[in-house]
């Protein structure tokens, strides 16, 4: 079964509301298929990864080739997905959040898009619409957008991160090399706040603590902020985390054992779930390999299956509901898929949008301009 890439967003694609085919760009080495002609260009799954951002979504080939559509300087202000590349690079990792998308390609971070925090160079407020450098003194190996901050972590375990936030640790120059003790292994940016594990395991944030996303602990003395990262301690190593709007939530074996692929999921911060609380708290009984979190929705993922619970006012689950509400104490909704990422924006309302990548190509829906109970392909 190939892979399904789900990624559900907090705004559109484009005007298009159900199920929206998102063909590959003929480059004239896939297919036949025209784009527009609602045909897939290309062999079906073709698409490797969908990666949303506010208004757009930028997209990997299995090539490796990088495509982008929507509005703003991100996506070209196209609905035909289109290079924003001229040097047509191999690209190796994607992310995307707010107006801001950012790669890698031969182990060097590149940006582009929306530059109102220096979330793109790391140094200028000019919106940059095609892929920049952002000077780095070591090899990337994974890349991360929040809202206002980019952050690269590199081969080397340490992260630097670039913007104007309520990081603190970021001041709107260029790249800062955060402090921490141990190398990390992995990373995850939310609007405003960042979290990772380090390689003993453990779990380490920085960044906006109002809603205790970073601490844990509550906030007694507003602005919060976590000016320096801390060490969220639970009783067993964390396998995945990952960080959205003011909730972070990770994957954490506490059951004494040796798994390094399943765990509990444990969540802090200010969620959409009924279960509002600082403090690090146990979502279900479940084991899952991985998380992940957009505005108000959180997935648990296992094998080929996510359950999800959340928030949403628009078909953000994919089934094209209005104003959903699934509690973790309620049948998750279940949603395919081996892998799920969604964006990261601050949004006035609850919509969620979605793109997924399967056998049929990309596809994106929700939210749909009225109810529909299940979405309809848009030729």
Wanted: with cysteine; net charge negative.
């Amino acid at each position: 079964m190939k892979l399904l890439l789900v990624v559900l967003l907090a705004a559109a694609c484009d005007q298009t509301f159900g199920l929206q085919f998102v063909p590959l760009p003929d480059d004239g080495a896939r297919g036949d298929g025209a784009v527009g002609d609602g045909a897939v260009d290309g062999p079906p799954g073709a698409w490797a990864r969908l990666e949303p951002g506010a208004q757009h979504v930028c997209g990997l080939t299995n090539e490796g080739r990088l495509y982008c559509f929507g509005t703003g300087p991100a996506g070209g202000n196209t609905t035909t997905p289109t290079s924003p590349d001229p040097a047509m690079r191999t690209w190796t990792d994607l992310a995307s959040a707010g107006e801001t998308s950012c790669g890698i390609s031969a182990g060097v971070a590149y940006c582009w898009g929306v530059q109102d925090s220096h979330q793109v160079d790391g140094g200028s407020t000019i919106n940059i619409p095609t892929p920049t450098p952002v000077t780095l003194p070591e090899t990337v190996m994974s890349i991360h957008a929040g809202r206002y901050h980019s952050c690269a972590l590199t081969a080397a375990g340490r992260v630097y991160c670039w913007g104007n936030t309520q990081q603190i640790l970021v001041t709107g120059g260029g790249p800062t090399l955060i402090s921490i003790d141990k190398p990390l292994t992995a990373l995850a940016t939310g609007v405003d706040h960042t979290c990772g594990i380090d390689t003993s395991r453990v779990v380490r944030c920085w960044g906006a603590d109002g809603q205790g996303q970073s601490s844990g602990t509550a906030c007694t003395s507003p602005p919060c902020n976590a000016t320096t990262p801390t060490t969220l301690a639970f009783s067993g190593p964390a396998l995945s985390i990952a960080a959205g709007r003011e909730l972070t939530c990770a994957i954490v074996n506490i059951s004494g054992g040796t798994s390094d692929t399943t765990g509990s999921l444990y969540c802090w911060g200010k969620d959409m779930f009924g279960t509002d609380a600082p403090a690090p708290h146990l979502i279900g009984l479940q084991q899952y390999e991985r998380v992940v979190i957009g505005n108000h929705v959180a997935c648990g993922i296992v094998g080929s299956t996510a359950s999800c619970f959340g928030q949403v006012s628009q078909g953000g689950f994919g089934d094209g509901m209005m104003n959903e509400r699934i509690d973790t104490t309620a049948p998750l909704k279940m949603l395919p898929g081996d892998e799920l990422s969604f964006a990261r924006s601050w949004t006035s309302d609850d919509s969620e949008r979605a793109c997924a990548v399967g056998a049929a190509g990309g596809r994106c829906w929700g939210p749909p301009a009225t109810p529909t109970t299940v979405p309809a392909p848009v030729q």
